[in-house]
């Protein structure tokens, strides 16, 4: 390996499951790609940019998800490289062509035993009918979160009845309505309407 092909490897091994790590720099190899590790983002836990022709396209992944997290969502962001490759932007960025080629990727790191149980058994049901984001699939969702660092303060917003008071990024929001997948809050300074996860782990608020 040369000096960037090390780095490369020794940025994958900081962050997924170490019998994953021969695997996933495999398919960095295979189709090479700018690798960033990015600071937690609420919107999403990854992304795929392509570049112009003289440049490398990149994926960028949250350095705040459990190992388990970070490999589904760098297999993810992967098959969005793949799929580009391949068509470009003629086709939808989650269509059939994205999903076959997420459940070809996936599937020797789901036979490779990588996955402890139950965590493969809602994968393996996943992978069925990948959704756009793993956040999406409430029950496999909840199953990654038990891997999180223990040390991370706080509770899930599912955890908090309707009307709570909670903050989250130094802003202060009160929950208004529970929809399938995230809950209509306020940030209570500017009066702004967001959509938060379920999931999404807030300090409750006392008044």
């Known amino acids: 390996m040369d ?25 960095w ?58 068509f470009k932007n003629r086709v939808l960025p989650h269509g059939p062509e994205w999903k076959k080629e997420f459940q070809h990727l ?4 789901l036979e490779a035993g990588i996955f402890p149980e139950p965590l493969r058994g809602q994968l393996t049901k996943h992978m069925r009918n990948p959704k ?14 038990k891997y999180d660092k223990s040390d991370q303060k706080g509770v899930p917003l599912n955890q908090l009845t309707i009307g709570a008071r909670f903050s989250l990024e130094k802003k202060e929001f009160q929950s208004i309505e529970s929809r399938r997948t995230r809950v209509r809050c306020k940030e209570l300074k500017s009066g702004k309407h967001y959509l938060v996860h379920k ?6 608020l006392e008044y």
């Open 3 to 27: 000096y960037y092909q090390t780095k490369i490897y020794e940025r994958i091994a900081r962050f997924v499951p170490e019998q994953a790590v021969p695997m996933c720099y495999e398919l």
């Open 29 to 86: 190899e295979e189709a090479p790609f700018r690798f960033i590790i990015s600071n937690s983002r609420q919107t999403k836990l990854g992304d795929f940019r392509a570049k112009g022709n003289d440049e490398l396209p990149v994926i960028t992944v949250n350095n705040n998800l459990n190992p388990y997290s970070f490999l589904l969502t760098f297999i993810h962001e992967v098959a969005h490289h793949r799929v580009y490759d391949k």
């Open 106 to 109: 996936m599937k020797p790191f």
């Open 132 to 145: 756009a984001s793993s956040q999406s699939d409430i029950a496999l969702a909840q199953t990654l979160s």
């Open 199 to 204: 999931l999404a782990i807030v300090q409750p």
